[in-house]
């Protein structure tokens, strides 16, 4: 491969895998892969994604070349998104040149997030914990739902070296989830169940997954709009199964 | 209702938290949250049912969400996902389930089609606006290229 058409399309794939690693819609990895490589001196750039791997054919005036990357591992960082989609944006307008945007490109896929541990887990209580005072919870209702939902992010933090195991994670944490309210209920006879359970059960819903799906289906994607879907659809089932198994256990 | 209306504040913003939305747009995630599920309440309050103000609380969302995106340069589903998730039928779906494991399986079957109806009624909000907004920005660009020619 030619220098320049090897370095144009080491950048574009770069900001393209970036995108899909993070969280980011189908239809916008291809429209962005595209903008950067015009940007970066291509003629032609026809970029193909799905949620699992990216083939794109960049063509110069010196010749044309085809690659093609799979996506294995995925994990939800919008800022990440966010950052790729601004520099892209300045490439487009010329106020980026194509070798700084390679340098921030990697910064951006190996830069840290802006929150830690601690401060995800805490959210992730203040979900649990606030959707229960938006049911009319009581006091001790509130309290149990956000340690329970504190726990469910401890959890993806510890399940969070098998990622090949699909949907371990949600399947645990309704596990617990589960576990916590019933011990709950048992301490306290006066606490409602249910409200904990699906207080702590809130920052499970898979919100990416169906945003994008929808998002992709309209943009015209309609193989990645499925798959996004059937994601949803199946992280639905492993909550519910997680759920289901201990109450099932419990005779609830 | 303040103090509901402050935890679903708090309910986007933490969410927005856990996608890793960068921190100067977690507000207008929040808000934007609080904004459709106020409108779910309104249509609660006017006797309109739940599936109604699921379809309109996702339209009042989207299109607050498209709005911003446009207006901060940035990708609308950073505001669209911290929107939607206070309108999400968790206590249905989980009463569905309840249902099925204690073998009622009518009142599970009835709990299961308000769940998939108050989910599809989300999605049909999210799915009008963003078609609107995708037909516009195409026959914006169209008009671009056409001046340019």
């Avoid at chain 1, 009319?136 to 469910?152: G, V």
């Avoid at chain 2, 303040?2 to 808000?31: D, N, W």
């Amino acid at each position: 491969m030619e220098p320049k058409l090897r370095e144009i399309m080491s950048i574009t794939l770069l900001a393209g895998e970036v995108l899909l690693r993070n969280g980011a819609e189908t239809y916008r990895v291809e429209e962005t892969m595209e903008h950067v490589g015009l940007a970066c001196g291509a003629q032609r750039v026809e970029a193909f994604v799905i949620p699992t791997g990216i083939i794109v054919t960049i063509s110069t005036e010196h010749g044309e070349a085809t690659l093609c990357t799979r996506v294995k591992e995925r994990t939800i960082n919008l800022s990440r998104v966010v950052k790729v989609n601004e520099l892209s944006r300045r490439l487009s307008d010329r106020r980026l040149a194509p070798e700084q945007a390679r340098h921030l490109l990697e910064r951006v896929a190996r830069g840290r997030t802006e929150f830690n541990l601690g401060v995800l887990i805490v959210a992730s209580g203040v979900v649990g914990a606030s959707y229960a005072v938006s049911q009319n919870a009581t006091f001790w209702e509130i309290t149990p739902a956000f340690l329970a939902a504190m726990f469910i992010r401890y959890i993806a933090h510890l399940v969070s070296h098998f990622r090949m195991v699909r949907f371990l994670f949600e399947f645990l944490g309704a596990a617990s989830a589960a576990l916590i309210g019933i011990a709950a209920h048992q301490v306290m006879p006066e606490i409602n169940r249910d409200i904990v359970i699906v207080a702590a059960l809130m920052p499970l819903v898979p919100g990416v997954a169906i945003t994008n799906s929808i998002r992709d289906v309209i943009a015209g994607d309609l193989l990645a709009g499925i798959s996004r879907a059937l994601e949803g659809i199946l992280t639905a089932s492993a909550i519910a199964m997680g759920v289901g198994l201990i109450l099932t256990i419990w005779r609830g | 209702m303040i103090v509901k209306i402050g935890a679903i504040f708090f309910l986007s913003l933490s969410i927005g938290i856990l996608y890793r939305v960068p921190k100067a747009l977690l507000f207008y995630g929040a808000v934007v949250g609080v904004t459709g599920w106020l409108t779910l309440q309104a249509i609660l309050g006017l006797n309109g049912s739940i599936v109604i103000g699921c379809f309109v609380g996702s339209l009042v969302v989207a299109l607050c969400s498209e709005l911003l995106a446009r207006r901060l340069r940035r990708p609308a589903t950073i505001f669209l996902i911290p929107g939607f998730i206070p309108l999400v039928p968790g206590l249905e779906g989980y009463l569905t389930m309840l249902a099925m494991v204690r073998g009622n399986y009518l009142e599970g079957i009835e709990m299961a089609m308000r769940t998939v109806f108050m989910g599809g009624a989300i999605a049909m909000g999210i799915f009008v606006i963003s078609t609107i907004v995708h037909t516009v920005s195409v026959l914006q660009t169209r008009e671009e290229k056409q001046d340019a020619s």
